[in-house]
Each structure stands twice: as structure tokens, then as C-alpha cells.
């Protein structure tokens, strides 16, 4: 089955900066590849997604970069601010199947 | 739009006790519909796949027979933890795909905290 690993487990950012987290997974089959923000105790919310006929995807100051051939992808998060602070993960899946995670990635915006 | 509701949203119950959580796509149909399950500071593990009229498929190490999963209609799943035990305790959340769109993404719910004592 599909293994996603995720990078860094934990980011520690100053306010404005930038920060970028990476993700390799294991299925070439796999071509949709979405992001998500999870909040302590709530749901996971999409922040953005990219599909594999795309090499990145830019949405304000989130962007998504793909790379097939590496098999990687990678979060970008720029002008970093405290509601940035949450927990990130990246996923990996084949068309609408089913979603492997990655183990996340806690993020902290410091003031 | 796109919205998915869980039910109950905590739920405290004795071990030995079974509990039902249900999860339903407010203003979608969903032909297909999963449920995960996160422990405090983990990544969500995908317990089933739930496909309206069919039986679940269940990911490796999951018994089948303690999570039953039951896709009865387009809006709405149910997850039974049976027999619960306290390794049972868990954040238990469902999503569900709109069958309607060409669009990959899976709408989740708001989680169902259960505590078994």
C-alpha cells in the first residue's frame, strides 16, 4: 500500500517568515495530493490540493509543489502568522480512493 | 456547502458496552464515505471504506467484527464500536466524498470523541 512520510515533525517559525514542509510518498499511482490544517481537537480542514497532471498550485500564501518523477511533494506557507499555528498533514491518494496520511507536522508561529 | 455532521460529537460509555456513532453529509450524497481514527498527537489511521449498499472494506488490523459499518443510504453512515474497551478511546472521524463531482475531495466531519472507561 501507499506510504507517505512527512518532514519535519515539528517547525518552529518567526512571524513573517517562511515555512516549508515535505512529503515523499511510495505509490506512483498516486495522483491527488492534499493538504490539510488541523486545529487541536477539531476536524481537518483543506487548505489546498494538487493533482498530478499540475506541478504546483498557489493559493495567497500557500502553495503546493509536485514533483512526479522524485515522487515528493512539499507545503509552502509564506508571511507566516500565529493562526498559521496548528498541526499540518499531507496525504496521498489514487483518483477518489481511499487517503494515506503522513504523520503530520506541528507548526508554531511565534510572535 | 459540502457540509458533514457527526453524531454525538463526545460520548463517555463502560467498557464491555457498545457505542454508535453516525455520520451524514447535510447537503451531498455520498456514495462513499470513510471513517479514521486518531489518537492524541497521531496521524488519522483509515479504519474503513464505506460504500453506499455494499459492505465496508477494512484496512489491515482492523477487526471487522468490533467496528461495524453499516452505508444504509447516500447521506448517512454508522460506525458500532462493540464490546468497547478503554484501548477503544479515540477520536473517531468520518469524511465523505460528494458522488456528484469529479472533485477528489473528502469533506470531514467534526469528530467523535469516545472515551471508554
Known amino acids: 500500500g501507499e506510504n507517505v512520510e512527512q518532514h519535519p515533525s515539528t517547525l518552529s517559525v518567526q512571524e513573517g517568515d517562511s515555512a516549508v514542509i515535505k512529503c515523499t510518498y511510495s505509490?506512483?499511482?498516486?495522483?491527488?495530493f492534499p493538504w490539510y490544517k488541523q486545529e487541536l481537537g477539531k476536524r481537518p480542514q483543506l487548505i489546498i490540493d494538487?493533482?498530478?497532471?499540475?506541478g504546483e498550485k498557489k493559493d495567497q500564501r500557500i502553495a503546493v509543489t509536485l514533483n512526479k518523477t522524485a515522487k515528493h511533494f512539499s507545503l509552502h506557507i509564506t508571511e507566516t502568522q500565529p493562526e498559521d499555528s496548528a498541526v499540518y498533514f499531507c496525504?496521498?491518494?489514487?483518483?477518489?480512493?481511499?487517503?494515506?496520511f503522513g504523520a503530520g507536522t506541528t507548526v508554531t508561529v511565534r510572535a | 456547502g459540502a457540509v458533514v455532521s457527526q453524531h454525538p460529537s463526545w460520548v463517555i460509555c463502560k467498557s464491555g458496552t457498545s457505542v454508535k456513532i453516525e455520520c451524514r453529509s447535510l447537503?451531498?450524497?455520498?456514495?462513499?464515505m470513510f471513517w479514521y481514527r486518531q489518537f492524541p498527537k497521531q496521524s488519522l489511521m483509515l479504519m474503513a471504506t464505506?460504500?453506499?449498499?455494499?459492505?465496508?472494506?477494512?484496512e489491515q488490523g482492523v477487526e471487522k467484527d468490533k467496528f461495524l459499518i453499516n452505508h444504509a443510504s447516500l447521506t448517512l453512515s454508522t460506525l458500532t464500536v462493540t464490546s468497547a474497551h478503554p484501548e477503544d478511546s479515540s477520536f473517531y472521524i468520518c469524511?465523505?466524498?460528494?458522488?456528484?463531482?469529479?472533485?477528489?475531495?473528502?469533506?470531514f466531519g467534526p469528530g467523535t470523541r469516545l472515551t471508554v472507561t
Open positions: 469524511s465523505a466524498r460528494d458522488g456528484g463531482t469529479t472533485n477528489y475531495e473528502q469533506y
Open positions: 464505506s460504500n453506499e449498499g455494499s459492505k465496508a472494506t477494512y
Open positions: 447537503d451531498f450524497q455520498a456514495t462513499t
Open positions: 494538487i493533482r498530478s497532471n499540475v
Open positions: 496525504a496521498a491518494g489514487v483518483n477518489d480512493y481511499k487517503l494515506s
Open positions: 505509490d506512483s499511482a498516486s495522483n491527488y
